[in-house]
């Protein structure tokens, strides 16, 4: 498992009926900062990031995927399908949101 900021990066058999999404001109991107305006993106002409019926993003990277953030260091990732995991926290009202970064 890999993690950058409030993203966990799965090793993960990708599912069946995925939906492949365009690439952003950045590459992958995987999570947008709500507060910063900074994305966490998968960098590759050769990725693919795919999006299932219940709006999970999955990411298929055929060679060594170095991912970025303007906050956080790089990570690479190794050749691999991974699910797209967005860290939540419990709100005052007791309800899950999705960590703002």
Excluded: F
């Amino acid at each position: 498992m890999y993690r950058q900021g409030d993203v966990w990066i799965i090793p993960m058999t990708l599912p069946d009926s995925l939906k492949l999404k365009k690439l952003d001109k950045r590459g992958a991107v995987l999570a947008e900062g709500e507060a910063t305006g900074h994305a966490h993106v998968a960098m590759g002409k050769e990725v693919k990031l795919y999006e299932d019926n219940k709006g999970v993003l999955w990411l298929s990277c055929p060679t060594k995927t170095p991912v970025k953030h303007e906050e956080h260091a790089t990570i690479t990732l190794p050749k691999g399908d991974y699910k797209i995991v967005h860290q939540r926290e419990w709100t005052d009202e007791m309800e899950p949101r999705h960590v703002a970064d």
